[in-house]
């Protein structure tokens, strides 16, 4: 089996910063692609950022300048630096992973969640 397993999360004020952090771990060939995913309260998740194998990233426009993706294929990891947090920035940030499984299938995987709230 594979599992993602988010930390980092908290409370802190508009300004502040917070760094997550997500390990897999189980059995697997590879990770491709990983990102961060957040969903606000009655609202579908959105893709935050996310890093390919070649450390290519993506961000959804609104952390633009104030997050930074990297990831640490060594330690089967992947880190999101958030700086200059909004009350905006506040959900449930989920890890994600694109996945080569010991089948030699590609598949998705989702870590269980870490809270994210920042206060005005």
């Known amino acids: 089996q594979v599992q993602l397993v988010e930390s980092g999360g908290g409370l802190v004020q508009a300004g502040g910063s917070l760094r997550l952090s997500c390990a897999a771990s189980?059995?697997?060939?590879?990770?491709?692609?990983m990102g961060w995913h957040r969903q606000a309260p009655g609202k579908q998740r959105e893709l935050v950022a996310s890093i390919a194998r070649g450390l290519s990233t993506n961000y959804v426009d609104s952390v633009k300048g104030r997050f930074t993706i990297s990831r640490d294929n060594a330690k089967n990891a992947v880190y999101l630096q958030m700086n200059s947090l909004e009350p905006e920035d506040t959900g449930v940030y989920y890890c994600a992973a694109d996945i080569l499984t010991i089948t030699r299938t590609t598949a998705s995987f989702w870590g269980q969640g870490t809270q994210v709230t920042v206060s005005s």
């Open positions: 189980g059995s697997f060939f590879s990770i491709g692609t």
